[in-house]
């Protein structure tokens, strides 16, 4: 009797969070009712919180797997007949298994995917896989960022507005996920073209689950009704889009012309979000790794940069 009433309170103290808890949240009790398939349970730590560096987080039926969360993220995509096929960005795939079926193809028609190579900087084709015919009853894929950091997998359930997704960002997803490009204005488009970049981002949305990766640690914030948060604009990766959120320089003080000169040579520029909703952002940027390796370049070759970059105002950003 003892000995089953151990394995009972075992039992209960494996049973993984539901989506409403964080990644290192406290257990739910083993009587917990049963998750819905867009649900997400970890097991294995969380991002980053695996120490066996084997699966850290999965989908109930399976069907996504984070494997060895961190610098060396990685992602297995099972293809089963039952769930249907799925997509990633182009670039993503590792390996297959001979069963999968690889079709490349145009996200959202000819135009989305001209917008999404010339104004948001993403690869225009996307790889859809399937099972081939005869093909039996399982296949698997293997996907990785080209960035070191963190994987994780999200939920678009019905009802959901769906999230919005920094460029560069988005590694796969279910094929009924939408992904379209968007033009990124909240808080003005002068704002947005002050930044130099991410002035077009994504917009997944439908119903499904969706990877997205980081560069460095993904950090995630829940945000309570009317809760703010403000973030580097370059350090945003993803958020809910049903939040308010705007951008805006980063000093604020001295008057307009006087607060862009500080903004544009210090942090640049802001996002702030309002809650309810969730919002992730990574520890590393890559802008931030540009100026670093920029200061250990020869003289000359730093000459060479500013130039190409238009001058001395190309090369403030670098100095």
Not at 162 to 169: E, S, Y
Not at 271 to 283: A, E, L
Request: with cysteine; glycine share 14%.
């Amino acid at each position: 009797a003892r000995r089953a009433g151990h394995c009972a309170a075992r039992r209960a103290n494996m049973e993984p969070p539901s989506a409403s808890q964080t990644m290192h949240s406290a257990p739910v009790a083993a009587a917990a009712a049963p998750r819905a398939p867009w649900e997400l349970i970890s097991t294995g730590g969380g991002a980053g919180g695996g120490t066996d560096g084997e699966a850290e987080l999965r989908d109930p039926s399976g069907v996504f797997v984070v494997r060895r969360n961190g610098p060396f993220a990685s992602a297995e995509l099972a293809i089963l007949p039952e769930h249907g096929p799925l997509k990633s960005e182009g670039n993503a795939m590792v390996s297959m298994s001979p069963a999968v079926l690889l079709e490349t193809q145009l996200e959202g028609g000819a135009l989305n995917a001209c917008c999404l190579c010339c104004c948001a900087s993403e690869w225009p084709f996307f790889n859809k896989y399937s099972l081939k015919e005869g093909g039996g009853q399982r296949g698997d894929v293997l996907v990785a960022p080209p960035a070191p950091g963190d994987v994780v997998l999200l939920a678009i359930a019905p009802g959901h507005p769906g999230w919005h997704v920094k460029r560069g960002a988005y590694l796969a997803s279910d094929a009924t996920v939408d992904v379209r490009w968007q033009l990124n204005t909240a808080g003005g488009f002068c704002g947005a073209l002050l930044s130099g970049r991410n002035i077009f981002m994504l917009r997944a949305t439908g119903t499904g689950r969706l990877l997205i990766n980081s560069y460095g640690a993904l950090v995630r914030y829940d945000l309570g009704p009317g809760e703010r948060r403000v973030v580097d604009f370059g350090a945003v990766v993803a958020w809910e889009s049903g939040m308010r959120w705007r951008v805006a320089l980063a000093s604020t003080h001295g008057g307009l012309a006087r607060s862009a000169v500080k903004s544009f040579l210090t942090e640049g520029l802001t996002q702030s979000f309002t809650g309810p909703g969730v919002v992730y952002c990574q520890s590393r940027s890559w802008t931030g790794l540009a100026r670093n390796v920029y200061r250990h370049l020869p003289q000359d070759t730093r000459e060479g940069i500013r130039d190409r970059s238009g001058g001395f105002v190309g090369g403030m950003w670098q100095a």
